[in-house]
């Protein structure tokens, strides 16, 4: 009697999920749907405008002074960000303390919270009489209707992005090489900035990068604490709101199709930073 051969051929796990085409087709529709539809209307919109109304549009003096506040809160916002996000990811994975996870969930209030909530909430307590402005504007520091207000609206919204980004990525730090470069000698800080830095900093790029695109495209809360004065606290977003509200379609779809080139190029540099990040880590 003979005994035939054990079968070689794979087998296949049980799939949890529909096949690959199945599930890819389900995605890509609802990414047609949901993203590329609006963003394909938006660039269309956009191209029959003629580049040389769009250039007017974009170079006009009330826009320039839209979108240089813009790019100047969110710039400052995203440093805010990126020492406080670091440092609250570090306090999160590396200590121990009564309320951490209420710490831990705070975080992702402003994910939570609707951006005018927000808006209304950071009016009150950075206005003359708030728990803060009154404070500051003593001392000769005002927030509201200023561009320090637009900053502090842009950091609230966007901080959770550095924090979440990190905070996984200092979780899952292999620990064993901390302990060997104290062993050899290396400082705190050394250790941090030659060893857990260089690990983390792709997270930390994405991380800073996503949180400065947040506070581009930030509306809500910006609207009530900026005061919406043109020239001095007027945001983007809320021009081209105002140009539809002006019946100025041509106007409102510059505005937005230049916010849209901004997020594209951010993204573009997020993912080119990264990648030099991992190189530069898989380097060393």
């Not at 909430?121 to 520091?141: C, D, K, Q, R, S």
């Not at 604490?225 to 539809?244: D, H, K, M, Q, W």
Request: glycine share 8%; hydrophobic share 60%; net charge neutral.
């Amino acid at each position: 009697m003979s005994l035939s051969a054990p079968s070689t051929a794979p087998v296949r796990p049980k799939r949890v999920l529909p096949g690959f085409g199945l599930s890819i087709g389900v995605t890509m529709i609802y990414l047609t749907v949901i993203v590329l539809v609006p963003v394909a209307a938006l660039v269309l919109k956009g191209a029959d405008i003629g580049f040389a109304r769009y250039w007017q549009i974009v170079t006009g003096p009330r826009t320039l002074a839209a979108f240089r506040l813009t790019l100047t809160a969110a710039a400052m916002a995203t440093v805010v960000n990126a020492v406080y996000g670091l440092l609250m990811a570090w306090v999160l994975t590396r200590y121990d303390f009564p309320g951490k996870r209420l710490l831990d969930a705070l975080m992702d209030v402003p994910f939570a919270l609707p951006t005018a909530v927000a808006g209304i909430t950071l009016t009150a307590l950075f206005a003359g009489n708030g728990w803060f402005g009154m404070w500051l504007e003593a001392a000769g520091f005002p927030v509201v209707y200023t561009i320090w207000g637009v900053a502090v609206a842009m950091a609230f919204t966007s901080i959770p992005f550095v924090v979440r980004t990190v905070q996984p990525v200092l979780e899952d730090l292999d620990h064993a090489l901390e302990e060997a470069a104290t062993t050899l000698g290396a400082r705190p800080f050394t250790i941090f900035r030659r060893v857990i830095f260089p690990a983390i900093l792709p997270a930390f790029l994405a991380g800073v990068t996503l949180s400065f695109a947040r506070s581009l495209g930030e509306f809500g809360a910006v609207v009530f604490i900026a005061g919406n004065l043109p020239f001095e606290t007027e945001i983007a977003s809320l021009l081209a709101v105002i140009r539809l509200e002006e019946y100025d379609y041509s106007g409102a779809a510059a505005i937005a199709l230049t916010l849209l080139l901004f997020a594209f190029v951010l993204l573009v540099l997020s993912n080119l930073l990264q990648s030099w990040a991992m190189r530069h880590k898989e380097a060393a």
